[in-house]
């Protein structure tokens, strides 16, 4: 009997580990900030020194991923959009015949892309990490201040391309959840995506 049990299943690569923001909730900043890595999406305590995924291999892997039944992939970090290579992976996972390709991006760098390169069409969904929608918050949660590049690329793509906003939620902030719902909606987001904190054994600091 033909299995088909991962026919529905989404794959989720995280492309690079580098991030050019420095959010206080995710362990890059705590462990890795000398080589500002994002380690939301990494387990190891120990970050592989000198080694990037060639994207050679991550064909590969896609193409692996593809024959055994999976139809959703997308990309993460880090921030996704500091490596060249991401687009490539998107359209080579739409040759394949993935149905769902996604990308989650902090936005920083998505409306500079569209100027230089066009919409990335070959995209059905871009997911958005927004956590606040206050500029001085936004610097604080970042460490950056980019919060109005984020809004003008989300104002930029969703017209042409399904953009959802991702939160993560603290207990401290359930009282303006619907304020943020009706912003993102305002300012072009399809749909928000509200997420726990999650715990990351990657974290370095003897204090925590």
């Not at 990308?103 to 230089?116: A, M, P, R, S, W």
């Not at 927004?130 to 003008?152: C, G, P």
């Amino acid at each position: 009997m033909k299995e088909n049990f991962t026919t529905a299943r989404n794959l989720r690569i995280a492309i690079t580990s580098y991030c050019n923001l420095d959010c206080e909730y995710c362990g890059g900043h705590k462990g890795y900030s000398d080589e500002k890595r994002g380690t939301m999406e990494d387990y190891r305590r120990e970050v592989i020194s000198g080694y990037k995924i060639k994207i050679s291999e991550l064909k590969e892997l896609l193409k692996k991923f593809y024959e055994v039944g999976y139809r959703g992939v997308s990309l993460t970090g880090g921030e996704p959009l500091v490596s060249k290579d991401w687009y490539e992976l998107i359209q080579y996972a739409k040759e394949l015949g993935f149905e769902r390709r996604e990308i989650t991006t902090n936005g920083v760098l998505l409306e500079d892309y569209v100027k230089k390169h066009g919409y990335p069409t070959d995209l059905t969904l871009i997911k958005v990490s927004l956590d606040t929608t206050d500029r001085e918050e936004f610097l604080k949660i970042t460490k950056r201040d980019s919060f109005d590049q984020v809004i003008s690329s989300v104002k930029c793509v969703s017209p042409v391309i399904e953009t959802r906003a991702n939160r993560v939620v603290l207990r401290s902030e359930i009282d303006d959840l619907d304020y943020f719902i009706k912003y993102c909606k305002s300012i072009g987001f399809k749909s928000t995506n509200l997420l726990d904190l999650v715990y990351y054994p990657n974290r370095r600091v003897e204090s925590e």
